[in-house]
């Protein structure tokens, strides 16, 4: 049984925050600021000297009980056999860092049946592979390292016209393999919230439902972007009005035709401000 955070969670979750695994005294700090998930990373954020020591207070924590994801290792590296050791004793829910291939999800789903795995998409092969990755048992999302990947094509990773394709194809494969929408990758400036609310409007606007935070503060931020505004939340409630008016059939809303599929963009938005 998979430990940590179940599928729902994973799947509803809007702001997940990284905190790095040799720094045992922020674990519980970042579990406070209340993300939707906690990810313990042994990856980008330890360095190499670090990573035992690390994994051993991630491993601390997770045995105490304490939820959680891990990011792990990419599978070319000297650290992830160990990494897999730790997932396949405490059954937590994996992200797995530069996922490129089926072959590296299965050697988590492998070792460790039924943990779910979150690949991250940092590489140009990962991004020409997406659509098949995201149909891999055990995948339950999928993530955009945007940083890494605009460093691989060398582009800025704020350029969001270089990246538009490519966060497109995650938002594309993940809406054809029945996956939830996918999650954007960091803002680098930490405290810089207006900067973080407005990269996560620019992401939901392109079909992405998530974000990776590196800082506490980035979270509210996160939070409060994904809140319909004013103007969609009247918009939603004439349709609903004039949908059901109309028992269902096509009608019109301010000149424009209400059917099916905008009465269920009319629902998210409602149900999305009501969780507010």
């Not at 590296?104 to 039924?114: C, E, K, L, Y």
């Not at 803002?187 to 996560?200: E, M, W």
Request: glycine share 6%.
């Amino acid at each position: 049984m998979t430990a940590g955070y179940g599928a729902a969670t994973i799947r509803c979750a809007q702001s997940l925050l990284f905190v790095p695994g040799n720094r045992p005294e922020r674990f519980a700090k970042a579990l406070a600021a209340q993300p939707d998930v906690v990810i313990l990373d042994l990856e980008d954020a330890v360095a190499a000297d670090d990573k035992p020591t690390a994994r051993e207070h991630v491993a601390q924590w997770f045995a105490a009980g304490n939820p959680g994801m891990v990011r792990i290792n990419a599978a070319d590296t000297a650290w992830h056999a160990e990494d897999l050791e730790l997932v396949g004793e405490h059954r937590v829910p994996v992200m797995l860092a530069k996922t490129e291939s089926p072959t590296h999800i299965h050697r988590i789903t492998d070792v460790a049946p039924g943990v779910l795995v979150v690949p991250l998409i940092e590489t140009a092969a990962a991004v020409l592979a997406v659509a098949e990755l995201c149909r891999v048992p055990g995948v339950v999302r999928m993530a955009f390292g945007s940083i890494d990947f605009a460093n691989q094509i060398g582009v800025d990773p704020d350029d969001r016209e270089a990246l538009l394709l490519h966060r497109s194809m995650l938002v594309l494969g993940s809406a054809a393999a029945g996956l939830p929408a996918p999650i954007d990758g960091v803002t680098t400036s930490l405290t810089d919230t207006a900067a973080v609310a407005d990269d996560f409007d620019y992401a939901r606007k392109l079909g992405m439902g998530a974000k990776l935070c590196i800082h506490p503060a980035q979270i509210a931020a996160v939070r409060d972007a994904a809140v319909p505004s004013d103007v969609e939340v009247k918009w939603a409630r004439e349709v609903m009005r004039s949908f059901d008016l109309s028992n269902g059939s096509a009608a019109a809303v301010n000149g424009q035709m209400i059917d099916i599929p905008v009465v269920e963009r009319a629902r998210r938005i409602l149900r999305a401000a009501s969780a507010d």
